[in-house]
Protein backbone atom coordinates (compact mmCIF):
# COMPACT_ATOMS: atom_id res chain seq x y z
CA UNK A 1 0.00 0.00 0.00
CA UNK A 2 1.06 3.47 -0.90
CA UNK A 3 -0.28 5.89 1.43
CA UNK A 4 -0.02 9.62 -0.09
CA UNK A 5 0.48 12.15 3.03
CA UNK A 6 1.71 11.17 6.54
CA UNK A 7 -0.71 13.60 8.97
CA UNK A 8 -3.30 12.18 11.29
CA UNK A 9 -5.34 10.52 8.25
CA UNK A 10 -2.83 9.33 6.63
CA UNK A 11 -1.10 7.78 9.93
CA UNK A 12 -4.45 6.53 11.52
CA UNK A 13 -5.62 4.31 8.25
CA UNK A 14 -1.78 2.40 8.35
CA UNK A 15 -2.65 1.99 12.07
CA UNK A 16 -5.29 0.68 10.91
CA UNK A 17 -3.94 -1.50 7.74
CA UNK A 18 -1.21 -3.06 10.14
CA UNK A 19 -3.93 -4.46 12.66
CA UNK A 20 -6.13 -5.75 10.11
CA UNK A 21 -6.29 -9.42 10.66
CA UNK A 22 -7.59 -11.25 7.87
CA UNK A 23 -5.06 -9.83 5.51
CA UNK A 24 -1.51 -8.66 5.90
CA UNK A 25 -0.37 -5.41 4.40
CA UNK A 26 3.34 -3.31 4.12
CA UNK A 27 2.97 0.10 3.84
CA UNK A 28 4.78 3.31 2.92
CA UNK A 29 4.05 6.31 3.98
CA UNK A 30 5.16 9.15 1.45
CA UNK A 31 5.12 12.62 2.19
CA UNK A 32 6.30 15.95 0.25
CA UNK A 33 7.84 16.96 3.81
CA UNK A 34 11.32 15.71 5.33
CA UNK A 35 9.19 15.13 8.34
CA UNK A 36 6.33 13.40 8.96
CA UNK A 37 2.39 13.69 10.71
CA UNK A 38 1.57 16.58 9.19
CA UNK A 39 -0.70 19.41 11.07
CA UNK A 40 0.42 18.01 14.08
CA UNK A 41 3.54 19.10 13.15
CA UNK A 42 3.01 22.16 10.83
CA UNK A 43 -0.79 23.06 11.88
CA UNK A 44 -1.09 22.66 16.14
CA UNK A 45 -0.10 25.55 17.90
CA UNK A 46 3.27 25.28 20.25
CA UNK A 47 1.89 26.16 22.92
CA UNK A 48 -0.72 23.36 22.77
CA UNK A 49 2.24 20.29 23.07
CA UNK A 50 -0.66 17.86 24.90
CA UNK A 51 -1.88 17.29 21.39
CA UNK A 52 0.75 16.77 20.05
CA UNK A 53 1.53 13.37 22.12
CA UNK A 54 -0.86 11.99 19.45
CA UNK A 55 2.08 11.77 17.10
CA UNK A 56 3.56 9.10 20.32
CA UNK A 57 0.89 6.69 18.64
CA UNK A 58 1.77 7.38 15.12
CA UNK A 59 5.47 6.53 15.89
CA UNK A 60 4.15 2.83 17.11
CA UNK A 61 3.14 2.50 13.66
CA UNK A 62 6.60 2.88 12.13
CA UNK A 63 8.25 0.95 15.21
CA UNK A 64 6.12 -1.90 13.27
CA UNK A 65 8.40 -2.27 10.75
CA UNK A 66 6.15 -2.97 8.27
CA UNK A 67 5.26 0.50 7.77
CA UNK A 68 7.94 2.69 6.18
CA UNK A 69 8.45 6.62 5.97
CA UNK A 70 9.51 7.95 2.30
CA UNK A 71 9.86 11.98 3.39
CA UNK A 72 10.90 14.41 1.00
CA UNK A 73 8.61 12.70 -1.98
CA UNK A 74 6.06 15.08 -3.54
CA UNK A 75 3.48 13.05 -5.64
CA UNK A 76 3.49 14.82 -8.63
CA UNK A 77 6.85 16.51 -8.71
CA UNK A 78 9.16 13.38 -7.97
CA UNK A 79 6.41 10.44 -8.98
CA UNK A 80 3.44 10.22 -10.92
CA UNK A 81 0.43 8.72 -9.67
CA UNK A 82 0.35 6.30 -12.72
CA UNK A 83 3.33 4.81 -11.68
CA UNK A 84 2.52 4.40 -7.67
CA UNK A 85 -0.85 2.89 -8.91
CA UNK A 86 1.49 0.02 -10.98
CA UNK A 87 3.90 -0.41 -8.09
CA UNK A 88 1.69 -0.71 -5.17
CA UNK A 89 -1.36 -2.67 -4.76
CA UNK A 90 -3.21 0.09 -4.25
CA UNK A 91 -2.54 4.47 -3.31
CA UNK A 92 -4.42 6.14 -0.79
CA UNK A 93 -4.02 10.15 -0.91
CA UNK A 94 -4.44 11.36 2.54
CA UNK A 95 -2.76 15.01 1.41
CA UNK A 96 -4.69 17.19 3.29
CA UNK A 97 -6.50 20.40 1.92
CA UNK A 98 -2.91 23.12 2.33
CA UNK A 99 -4.08 25.97 0.57
CA UNK A 100 -5.61 29.08 2.03
CA UNK A 101 -9.08 30.00 0.62
CA UNK A 102 -8.91 34.04 -0.58
CA UNK A 103 -11.05 36.89 0.54
CA UNK A 104 -11.19 37.76 -2.68
CA UNK A 105 -11.06 41.65 -1.65
CA UNK A 106 -9.15 45.12 -3.26
CA UNK A 107 -6.24 45.29 -1.24
CA UNK A 108 -5.55 41.61 -0.37
CA UNK A 109 -2.66 41.87 -2.35
CA UNK A 110 -0.82 44.89 0.28
CA UNK A 111 2.50 44.05 2.03
CA UNK A 112 0.88 43.18 5.29
CA UNK A 113 -1.97 40.82 4.45
CA UNK A 114 -1.35 37.11 4.77
CA UNK A 115 -3.53 34.08 4.99
CA UNK A 116 -3.50 32.72 8.54
CA UNK A 117 -2.01 29.74 6.92
CA UNK A 118 1.13 31.46 6.04
CA UNK A 119 1.47 32.62 9.82
CA UNK A 120 0.71 29.12 11.03
CA UNK A 121 3.40 27.44 8.65
CA UNK A 122 6.24 30.42 9.53
CA UNK A 123 5.89 29.83 13.30
CA UNK A 124 5.52 26.18 13.19
CA UNK A 125 8.87 26.38 11.08
CA UNK A 126 8.04 24.45 7.83
CA UNK A 127 11.30 25.11 5.35
CA UNK A 128 9.73 26.61 3.04
CA UNK A 129 7.68 29.70 5.10
CA UNK A 130 11.11 30.53 7.36
CA UNK A 131 12.06 33.12 5.06
CA UNK A 132 8.83 34.88 5.66
CA UNK A 133 8.53 38.14 7.66
CA UNK A 134 5.14 39.56 9.68
CA UNK A 135 4.92 42.99 10.25
CA UNK A 136 4.63 43.29 14.00
CA UNK A 137 5.49 46.82 14.63
CA UNK A 138 2.06 48.13 14.75
CA UNK A 139 -0.70 48.47 17.72
CA UNK A 140 -3.16 46.14 15.85
CA UNK A 141 -3.59 43.28 14.02
CA UNK A 142 -7.40 42.04 12.06
CA UNK A 143 -7.92 38.54 11.49
CA UNK A 144 -10.61 37.42 9.44
CA UNK A 145 -13.02 34.97 10.42
CA UNK A 146 -14.07 32.75 13.55
CA UNK A 147 -13.16 29.54 13.70
CA UNK A 148 -10.14 28.05 15.68
CA UNK A 149 -7.68 29.02 13.01
CA UNK A 150 -8.03 32.32 13.70
CA UNK A 151 -8.36 32.07 17.95
CA UNK A 152 -4.90 29.86 17.30
CA UNK A 153 -3.40 33.36 15.44
CA UNK A 154 -4.77 35.64 17.79
CA UNK A 155 -3.47 33.56 20.32
CA UNK A 156 0.00 33.43 18.97
CA UNK A 157 0.38 36.68 18.10
CA UNK A 158 -0.39 37.79 21.80
CA UNK A 159 1.27 35.39 23.78
CA UNK A 160 4.41 37.21 25.78
CA UNK A 161 7.79 35.49 25.14
CA UNK A 162 7.81 33.65 28.15
CA UNK A 163 4.60 31.78 27.85
CA UNK A 164 6.14 30.76 24.15
CA UNK A 165 9.98 29.87 24.89
CA UNK A 166 9.46 27.08 26.58
CA UNK A 167 7.59 25.56 23.12
CA UNK A 168 8.67 23.60 19.99
CA UNK A 169 8.03 27.70 17.84
CA UNK A 170 10.33 27.99 15.31
CA UNK A 171 13.45 30.27 16.74
CA UNK A 172 12.98 32.61 13.85
CA UNK A 173 9.13 32.93 14.79
CA UNK A 174 10.17 33.16 18.62
CA UNK A 175 12.78 36.07 17.85
CA UNK A 176 10.20 37.72 15.94
CA UNK A 177 6.94 37.52 18.51
CA UNK A 178 9.43 38.55 21.72
CA UNK A 179 10.32 41.71 19.71
CA UNK A 180 6.44 41.97 18.55
CA UNK A 181 4.42 45.43 19.32
CA UNK A 182 1.13 43.94 18.43
CA UNK A 183 -0.92 44.35 21.53
CA UNK A 184 -4.36 44.45 20.05
CA UNK A 185 -5.81 41.50 18.12
CA UNK A 186 -9.33 42.43 16.63
CA UNK A 187 -11.05 39.07 15.22
CA UNK A 188 -14.15 39.42 12.76
CA UNK A 189 -17.02 36.63 12.59
CA UNK A 190 -19.35 37.98 9.64
CA UNK A 191 -22.31 35.71 10.96
CA UNK A 192 -23.46 36.16 14.46
CA UNK A 193 -21.74 35.05 17.85
CA UNK A 194 -23.97 32.15 17.86
CA UNK A 195 -22.68 30.91 14.22
CA UNK A 196 -18.78 31.15 14.98
CA UNK A 197 -17.49 27.95 14.18
CA UNK A 198 -14.34 28.29 17.28
CA UNK A 199 -14.84 25.38 19.97
CA UNK A 200 -15.48 27.05 23.74
CA UNK A 201 -12.17 25.44 25.33
CA UNK A 202 -10.35 27.48 22.25
CA UNK A 203 -12.34 30.58 23.18
CA UNK A 204 -11.48 30.12 27.01
CA UNK A 205 -8.07 30.02 25.95
CA UNK A 206 -8.22 33.18 25.34
CA UNK A 207 -10.61 34.51 27.96
CA UNK A 208 -8.47 32.88 30.48
CA UNK A 209 -5.47 34.71 29.12
CA UNK A 210 -6.13 38.10 28.12
CA UNK A 211 -8.42 41.25 28.30
CA UNK A 212 -11.21 40.16 25.83
CA UNK A 213 -14.00 42.15 25.02
CA UNK A 214 -17.12 42.53 22.52
CA UNK A 215 -19.53 45.37 21.49
CA UNK A 216 -22.52 44.44 23.34
CA UNK A 217 -24.74 45.44 20.52
CA UNK A 218 -22.93 42.58 18.33
CA UNK A 219 -24.47 40.15 20.73
CA UNK A 220 -28.02 40.37 19.18
CA UNK A 221 -29.14 36.75 18.93
CA UNK A 222 -31.09 34.85 16.01
CA UNK A 223 -34.62 34.55 17.44
CA UNK A 224 -34.58 30.66 15.75
CA UNK A 225 -31.01 30.20 17.71
CA UNK A 226 -31.74 26.81 19.95
CA UNK A 227 -30.69 27.52 23.43
CA UNK A 228 -31.75 24.15 24.60
CA UNK A 229 -29.09 21.95 23.62
CA UNK A 230 -27.04 22.66 26.72
CA UNK A 231 -24.01 20.70 25.05
CA UNK A 232 -24.37 22.11 21.94
CA UNK A 233 -20.93 24.20 21.19
CA UNK A 234 -23.39 27.22 20.51
CA UNK A 235 -24.87 27.42 24.12
CA UNK A 236 -21.33 26.82 25.43
CA UNK A 237 -19.96 29.81 23.21
CA UNK A 238 -22.86 32.18 23.96
CA UNK A 239 -22.16 31.29 27.48
CA UNK A 240 -18.51 32.14 27.64
CA UNK A 241 -19.64 35.49 25.71
CA UNK A 242 -22.44 36.73 27.31
CA UNK A 243 -19.76 37.01 29.83
CA UNK A 244 -17.84 38.77 28.12
CA UNK A 245 -20.09 41.20 26.34
CA UNK A 246 -21.16 42.29 30.07
CA UNK A 247 -17.42 42.86 31.06
CA UNK A 248 -16.68 46.38 31.94
CA UNK A 249 -13.67 47.97 29.06
CA UNK A 250 -10.40 45.92 29.77
CA UNK A 251 -7.14 47.81 30.99
CA UNK A 252 -5.36 44.64 30.30
CA UNK A 253 -1.82 45.42 27.90
CA UNK A 254 -2.96 42.38 25.56
CA UNK A 255 -6.72 42.85 24.26
CA UNK A 256 -8.84 40.47 22.04
CA UNK A 257 -11.85 42.34 20.33
CA UNK A 258 -14.10 40.00 18.78
CA UNK A 259 -16.63 41.32 16.19
CA UNK A 260 -19.83 39.94 15.14
CA UNK A 261 -21.88 40.79 12.07
CA UNK A 262 -18.75 42.57 9.78
CA UNK A 263 -17.26 41.65 7.39
CA UNK A 264 -14.20 43.29 5.37
CA UNK A 265 -14.85 45.32 2.32
CA UNK A 266 -11.69 46.59 1.11
CA UNK A 267 -8.06 46.09 2.49
CA UNK A 268 -6.95 49.74 3.03
CA UNK A 269 -3.34 50.88 1.88
CA UNK A 270 -0.68 53.27 1.98
CA UNK A 271 2.46 53.32 -0.04
CA UNK A 272 1.65 49.46 -0.89
CA UNK A 273 1.14 48.47 2.61
CA UNK A 274 -1.98 47.75 4.99
CA UNK A 275 -3.10 50.60 7.15
CA UNK A 276 -6.68 49.20 8.20
CA UNK A 277 -10.13 47.72 6.30
CA UNK A 278 -13.33 49.30 5.59
CA UNK A 279 -15.64 46.92 7.45
CA UNK A 280 -19.28 46.56 6.34
CA UNK A 281 -21.98 45.71 9.27
CA UNK A 282 -24.06 42.40 7.73
CA UNK A 283 -27.52 41.50 8.45
CA UNK A 284 -28.39 37.97 8.17
CA UNK A 285 -30.44 36.24 6.06
CA UNK A 286 -32.10 32.75 5.26
CA UNK A 287 -30.22 30.97 2.11
CA UNK A 288 -30.68 27.77 0.16
CA UNK A 289 -31.26 24.73 2.44
CA UNK A 290 -32.30 27.45 4.76
CA UNK A 291 -28.53 28.22 5.55
CA UNK A 292 -28.62 31.22 7.65
CA UNK A 293 -25.89 33.62 5.83
CA UNK A 294 -24.71 37.29 6.21
CA UNK A 295 -24.99 39.95 3.37
CA UNK A 296 -23.15 43.57 4.02
CA UNK A 297 -25.78 46.56 4.52
CA UNK A 298 -24.63 50.00 3.75
CA UNK A 299 -23.13 50.76 7.37
CA UNK A 300 -19.50 50.79 7.08
CA UNK A 301 -16.49 51.67 9.48
CA UNK A 302 -12.71 51.65 9.10
CA UNK A 303 -11.04 50.08 11.44
CA UNK A 304 -6.75 51.02 11.59
CA UNK A 305 -4.60 47.76 11.51
CA UNK A 306 -1.21 47.18 10.09
CA UNK A 307 -0.80 43.55 9.66
CA UNK A 308 -4.54 41.62 8.39
CA UNK A 309 -4.91 37.86 8.46
CA UNK A 310 -7.46 35.84 6.79
CA UNK A 311 -8.65 32.92 8.41
CA UNK A 312 -11.35 31.58 6.64
CA UNK A 313 -10.46 27.97 5.38
CA UNK A 314 -8.76 25.61 3.19
CA UNK A 315 -8.70 24.62 -0.35
CA UNK A 316 -7.34 20.63 -0.96
CA UNK A 317 -4.61 21.49 -4.11
CA UNK A 318 -4.94 18.71 -7.12
CA UNK A 319 -2.19 16.14 -7.47
CA UNK A 320 -1.63 15.80 -11.03
CA UNK A 321 -2.94 12.80 -12.51
CA UNK A 322 -5.44 12.13 -9.65
CA UNK A 323 -9.40 13.19 -10.45
CA UNK A 324 -10.03 16.43 -8.28
CA UNK A 325 -14.05 18.58 -8.13
CA UNK A 326 -12.35 22.16 -8.24
CA UNK A 327 -16.03 23.72 -6.88
CA UNK A 328 -15.48 21.27 -3.76
CA UNK A 329 -11.42 21.34 -4.00
CA UNK A 330 -11.53 17.87 -2.97
CA UNK A 331 -10.33 14.83 -4.66
CA UNK A 332 -14.41 12.82 -5.89
CA UNK A 333 -14.68 9.90 -3.72
CA UNK A 334 -17.53 7.53 -3.27
CA UNK A 335 -17.13 7.50 1.18
CA UNK A 336 -13.42 7.02 0.41
CA UNK A 337 -13.18 5.16 -3.28
CA UNK A 338 -12.05 7.85 -5.47
CA UNK A 339 -14.11 8.23 -9.04
CA UNK A 340 -14.21 10.41 -12.35
CA UNK A 341 -12.08 8.72 -14.83
CA UNK A 342 -12.06 5.20 -14.36
CA UNK A 343 -7.92 4.15 -15.25
CA UNK A 344 -6.96 7.36 -12.82
CA UNK A 345 -9.29 6.08 -10.25
CA UNK A 346 -8.29 2.56 -10.42
CA UNK A 347 -7.01 0.89 -6.78
CA UNK A 348 -7.15 4.54 -5.56
CA UNK A 349 -8.46 6.10 -2.41
CA UNK A 350 -8.91 8.70 -0.12
CA UNK A 351 -9.10 9.63 3.75
CA UNK A 352 -8.87 12.56 5.79
CA UNK A 353 -9.43 16.46 4.56
CA UNK A 354 -9.17 15.97 0.96
CA UNK A 355 -11.93 13.31 1.28
CA UNK A 356 -14.64 15.21 3.14
CA UNK A 357 -13.18 18.40 3.24
CA UNK A 358 -10.41 21.35 5.70
CA UNK A 359 -13.00 20.68 8.99
CA UNK A 360 -12.58 18.33 11.86
CA UNK A 361 -9.82 18.10 14.41
CA UNK A 362 -7.04 15.54 14.17
CA UNK A 363 -9.31 13.07 16.10
CA UNK A 364 -12.21 13.25 13.47
CA UNK A 365 -9.83 11.67 10.48
CA UNK A 366 -9.42 7.96 12.73
CA UNK A 367 -13.06 7.52 11.97
CA UNK A 368 -12.84 9.02 8.37
CA UNK A 369 -9.67 6.92 7.79
CA UNK A 370 -11.03 3.72 9.62
CA UNK A 371 -13.93 3.88 6.92
CA UNK A 372 -11.34 4.35 4.27
CA UNK A 373 -9.33 1.34 5.37
CA UNK A 374 -12.87 -0.84 5.34
CA UNK A 375 -13.39 -0.83 1.69
CA UNK A 376 -9.09 -1.42 1.08
CA UNK A 377 -9.32 -4.18 3.48
CA UNK A 378 -12.45 -5.54 1.54
CA UNK A 379 -10.78 -4.96 -2.10
CA UNK A 380 -8.05 -6.47 -0.94
CA UNK A 381 -9.55 -9.68 -0.03
CA UNK A 382 -11.50 -9.86 -2.83
CA UNK A 383 -8.48 -9.82 -5.16
CA UNK A 384 -9.60 -6.41 -7.13
CA UNK A 385 -5.71 -5.30 -5.96
CA UNK A 386 -4.08 -7.55 -7.76
CA UNK A 387 -2.36 -6.27 -10.93
CA UNK A 388 1.20 -6.82 -13.03
CA UNK A 389 3.82 -4.61 -12.17
CA UNK A 390 3.93 -4.26 -8.31
CA UNK A 391 7.44 -3.96 -6.98
CA UNK A 392 8.94 -4.78 -3.87
CA UNK A 393 10.30 -2.12 -1.50
CA UNK A 394 14.08 -1.95 -2.82
CA UNK A 395 12.88 -1.47 -5.78
CA UNK A 396 10.11 1.07 -5.11
CA UNK A 397 12.99 2.98 -2.83
CA UNK A 398 15.29 3.04 -6.36
CA UNK A 399 13.07 3.55 -8.53
CA UNK A 400 12.01 6.85 -6.32
CA UNK A 401 15.94 8.15 -6.13
CA UNK A 402 16.18 7.51 -9.79
CA UNK A 403 13.49 10.02 -10.42
CA UNK A 404 15.30 12.62 -8.36
CA UNK A 405 13.87 12.79 -4.71
CA UNK A 406 15.96 12.99 -1.41
CA UNK A 407 14.65 10.30 0.65
CA UNK A 408 14.52 10.97 4.71
CA UNK A 409 13.43 7.52 5.51
CA UNK A 410 12.08 6.37 8.50
CA UNK A 411 16.02 6.02 10.37
CA UNK A 412 16.31 9.60 8.85
CA UNK A 413 13.23 11.33 10.75
CA UNK A 414 14.75 9.11 13.68
CA UNK A 415 17.73 10.45 13.39
CA UNK A 416 16.15 14.36 12.90
CA UNK A 417 13.90 13.48 16.12
CA UNK A 418 16.55 12.89 18.17
CA UNK A 419 18.76 15.68 16.74
CA UNK A 420 15.84 18.26 17.25
CA UNK A 421 14.90 16.84 21.14
CA UNK A 422 18.14 17.00 22.27
CA UNK A 423 18.66 20.37 21.33
CA UNK A 424 15.21 21.05 22.98
CA UNK A 425 16.39 19.72 26.22
CA UNK A 426 19.46 22.06 26.47
CA UNK A 427 16.94 24.79 26.65
CA UNK A 428 13.97 22.83 28.42
CA UNK A 429 11.55 22.57 25.16
CA UNK A 430 10.26 19.63 23.92
CA UNK A 431 12.62 20.07 20.77
CA UNK A 432 14.11 22.79 19.20
CA UNK A 433 12.76 22.26 15.21
CA UNK A 434 15.17 22.05 12.45
CA UNK A 435 13.48 24.69 9.95
CA UNK A 436 15.95 24.53 7.03
CA UNK A 437 15.80 21.85 4.42
CA UNK A 438 19.69 20.98 4.09
CA UNK A 439 19.83 20.94 7.58
CA UNK A 440 16.81 18.47 7.92
CA UNK A 441 18.67 16.34 5.18
CA UNK A 442 22.23 16.57 6.78
CA UNK A 443 20.36 15.50 10.41
CA UNK A 444 18.55 12.87 8.67
CA UNK A 445 22.00 11.43 6.68
CA UNK A 446 19.74 11.47 3.33
C1 LIG B 1 -3.59 25.64 11.88
C2 LIG B 1 -4.30 24.39 12.33
C3 LIG B 1 -4.27 24.03 13.66
C4 LIG B 1 -4.94 22.88 14.08
N1 LIG B 1 -4.93 22.56 15.41
C5 LIG B 1 -5.58 21.47 15.83
C6 LIG B 1 -5.58 21.14 17.21
O1 LIG B 1 -5.00 21.85 18.04
N2 LIG B 1 -6.25 20.02 17.60
C7 LIG B 1 -6.90 19.22 16.69
O2 LIG B 1 -7.47 18.18 17.10
N3 LIG B 1 -6.94 19.53 15.37
C8 LIG B 1 -6.29 20.63 14.93
N4 LIG B 1 -6.33 20.96 13.61
C9 LIG B 1 -7.04 20.07 12.66
C10 LIG B 1 -6.14 18.87 12.25
O3 LIG B 1 -4.84 19.33 12.08
C11 LIG B 1 -6.69 18.22 10.99
O4 LIG B 1 -7.96 17.65 11.29
C12 LIG B 1 -5.79 17.11 10.44
O5 LIG B 1 -4.44 17.46 10.41
C13 LIG B 1 -6.20 16.70 9.00
O6 LIG B 1 -5.45 15.56 8.69
P1 LIG B 1 -5.06 15.15 7.21
O7 LIG B 1 -4.16 13.96 7.38
O8 LIG B 1 -6.25 15.00 6.37
O9 LIG B 1 -4.20 16.38 6.62
P2 LIG B 1 -2.78 16.97 7.00
O10 LIG B 1 -2.53 16.92 8.45
O11 LIG B 1 -2.71 18.29 6.33
O12 LIG B 1 -1.72 15.98 6.30
C14 LIG B 1 -1.56 15.95 4.90
C15 LIG B 1 -0.14 15.47 4.58
O13 LIG B 1 -0.04 15.22 3.17
C16 LIG B 1 1.22 15.66 2.71
N5 LIG B 1 1.09 15.91 1.27
C17 LIG B 1 0.25 16.81 0.69
N6 LIG B 1 0.38 16.74 -0.66
C18 LIG B 1 1.31 15.79 -0.93
C19 LIG B 1 1.87 15.28 -2.14
N7 LIG B 1 1.49 15.72 -3.35
N8 LIG B 1 2.84 14.32 -2.03
C20 LIG B 1 3.23 13.87 -0.82
N9 LIG B 1 2.73 14.33 0.35
C21 LIG B 1 1.78 15.27 0.29
C22 LIG B 1 1.48 16.91 3.54
O14 LIG B 1 2.86 17.25 3.57
C23 LIG B 1 0.94 16.49 4.91
O15 LIG B 1 1.96 15.87 5.69
C24 LIG B 1 -5.66 22.09 13.15
C25 LIG B 1 -5.69 22.47 11.80
C26 LIG B 1 -5.02 23.61 11.39
C27 LIG B 1 -5.06 24.02 9.94
N1 LIG C 1 -7.40 23.76 18.72
C1 LIG C 1 -8.12 23.07 17.87
O1 LIG C 1 -8.80 22.11 18.21
C2 LIG C 1 -8.08 23.48 16.42
C3 LIG C 1 -7.23 24.49 16.01
C4 LIG C 1 -7.25 24.89 14.67
C5 LIG C 1 -8.11 24.25 13.78
N2 LIG C 1 -8.89 23.24 14.24
C6 LIG C 1 -9.88 22.61 13.33
O2 LIG C 1 -9.49 22.68 11.99
C7 LIG C 1 -10.63 22.91 11.16
C8 LIG C 1 -10.38 24.11 10.25
O3 LIG C 1 -10.43 25.30 11.04
P1 LIG C 1 -10.65 26.72 10.36
O4 LIG C 1 -10.63 27.75 11.43
O5 LIG C 1 -9.75 26.86 9.19
O6 LIG C 1 -12.06 26.56 9.64
P2 LIG C 1 -13.58 26.69 10.10
O7 LIG C 1 -13.82 26.10 11.43
O8 LIG C 1 -14.34 26.15 8.95
O9 LIG C 1 -13.84 28.27 10.22
C9 LIG C 1 -13.77 29.10 9.10
C10 LIG C 1 -14.34 30.45 9.48
O10 LIG C 1 -14.13 31.35 8.40
C11 LIG C 1 -15.36 32.04 8.16
N3 LIG C 1 -15.39 32.48 6.77
C12 LIG C 1 -15.39 31.73 5.65
N4 LIG C 1 -15.39 32.52 4.56
C13 LIG C 1 -15.41 33.80 5.00
C14 LIG C 1 -15.40 35.06 4.35
N5 LIG C 1 -15.36 35.16 3.02
N6 LIG C 1 -15.42 36.17 5.13
C15 LIG C 1 -15.43 36.09 6.47
N7 LIG C 1 -15.42 34.92 7.15
C16 LIG C 1 -15.40 33.78 6.41
C17 LIG C 1 -16.44 31.02 8.47
O11 LIG C 1 -17.66 31.71 8.68
P3 LIG C 1 -19.08 31.03 8.34
O12 LIG C 1 -19.37 30.10 9.47
O13 LIG C 1 -20.00 32.16 8.26
O14 LIG C 1 -18.89 30.30 7.03
C18 LIG C 1 -15.86 30.42 9.76
O15 LIG C 1 -16.12 31.23 10.85
C19 LIG C 1 -11.82 23.09 12.08
O16 LIG C 1 -12.55 21.89 12.18
C20 LIG C 1 -11.16 23.43 13.39
O17 LIG C 1 -11.94 23.07 14.52
C21 LIG C 1 -8.92 22.85 15.52
New binding site residues.
Given amino acids: MAIVGSGPSGAFLAARLLDEEAASFDVDLIDRQATPWGLVRGGVAPD ?1 PRIKTVARRFEAVLDSGRCRFLGGVEVGRDVEHADLQRWYHAVVYATGCPDA ?1 S ?1 GLPGENLAGCHPATDFVSWYNGDPAFRDRTFDLSGDRAVI ?7 L ?1 CARMLLLPPDELSGTDIADHALEALSESRIREVVV ?4 GAE ?3 F ?1 TP ?1 LKALTSRFGVTMPRDELAIDPSFNTTQPGHRAVRNMKVLRGVARAAPTEAERRIVLRFLV ?1 PVEILGEDGRVRGLRLARNELHRGKHRAIL ?1 RPTDATEELDASLVMS ?4 RGRPVPGVPFDERRSLIPNMAGRVTGDPEAAARTYVSGWIKRG ?4 IGTNKLCAYDTATLVIEDALAGQLDHEGVLDADAVRERLEQGGARIVDTGGWRAIDAAETRAGADEGRPRRKLTDRDELLAAAGA
Fill in positions: HRLVGNGNVADLGRRHAATESAAIGFPSGV
